[in-house]
């Protein structure tokens, strides 16, 4: 058997407004790539039908409408995909401890600064920024609009010592 050869390609996060999530990502340094998504054939100002053979690769039912777009943080990846689905019923984002993807990550090199500028955007944070222990990276969390976990998080790796795998 052959090596798997994967790479980054983009995080998917579901959202109740397109719009306002759009906006709350970009207050993070997010932008627009590509206002839609098109291989599912769909875009960000109307909920279009994903076609059928699409929906059933992604385990959702015939018929499902949604309206998405794709960030970029820079230019690399992982890109992410928002995504609102047209659903009366959309269930919550889950908990730190709860299965499952539930928090996203993204590093910064300054979090005293990052976090004091999102706030005066209007971000709410869960925490303060937090020194981890050992001084080995300093950490604060938020939710997106949704209640996505967002955690920012400015590593210190000279404090990580010699043989870590980091």
């Not at 340094?29 to 590509?34: A, Q």
């Not at 690399?76 to 659903?87: H, Q, R, S």
């Not at 937090?130 to 996505?148: F, H, N, W």
């Amino acid at each position: 058997m052959t090596k798997v050869n994967l790479s980054w390609g983009h995080i998917n996060i579901n959202v109740s407004n397109l719009d306002t999530s759009i906006a709350f990502y970009e207050k993070l340094g997010f932008s627009m790539l590509i206002p839609g998504v098109p291989y599912l054939g769909i875009e960000k100002d109307a909920a279009l039908e994903i076609p059928e053979d699409q929906s059933a690769a992604l385990n959702l039912p015939a018929g499902t409408r949604a309206r998405a777009c794709i960030m970029q943080l820079d230019d690399g990846f992982p890109k992410i995909d928002l995504t609102e689905y047209a659903k009366d019923s959309p269930q919550g984002a889950g908990a730190n401890d709860d299965l499952g993807m539930v928090r996203l990550c993204l590093a910064t090199r300054n979090l005293a600064n990052d976090h004091a500028l999102l706030t005066k955007a209007g971000v709410e944070f869960l925490s303060e920024p937090t020194e981890g222990v050992g001084s080995m990276a300093d950490i604060a969390l938020c939710r997106d609009p949704d209640g996505t976990l967002i955690e920012l998080i400015e590593i210190h790796l000279e404090k990580w010592g010699a043989g870590s795998n980091s």
